[in-house]
């Protein structure tokens, strides 16, 4: 299978999944002009881009909400938290890397700082 994401005002709006068959058989970047043509002969629209599952096409697999940015030609997921920065190689990164201690840490926005979590905590 092979899976596209149309983008919308440089946003993931959908995913949909396409035989190999019909996108010629063959592989990226081949496959993406025939499968973008055959989404649009259905009636779906323009704009359409190839994207891996297993992350090996433009960085990571495309999921609705993530952007897609043209010049690098990469997806980018969405801010996890309004503290954290998108490095040079499209990923997001909190103002603190995450503790090597080996417990089990959280998030917390409020503080802008990692918090322990209780090993025996279910949430």
């Known amino acids: 299978m092979a899976h596209f994401a149309k983008i919308e005002n440089g946003t993931v709006a959908q ?4 035989a190999n068959d019909l996108c010629g058989g063959g592989d990226f970047p081949e496959s993406e002009s025939v499968g973008q043509a055959f989404l649009e ?7 359409w ?3 891996s599952y297993n992350g090996n096409i433009r960085k990571q697999y495309a999921g609705i ?3 897609y940015d043209a010049v690098a030609d990469v997806f980018v997921a969405p801010q996890p938290y309004p503290s954290w920065t998108l490095d040079n190689n499209h990923d997001w990164k909190p103002p603190t890397p995450y503790p ?5 840490y959280c998030w917390d926005e409020g503080t802008i700082s990692w918090v322990a979590r209780d090993a025996d905590a279910t949430e």
């Open 15 to 18: 995913v949909l999944f396409v």
């Open 100 to 104: 090597t201690d080996g417990k089990i």
């Open 41 to 47: 002969s259905l009636g779906l629209g323009t704009n």
């Open 49 to 51: 881009k190839q994207t």
């Open 65 to 67: 909400d993530y952007t």
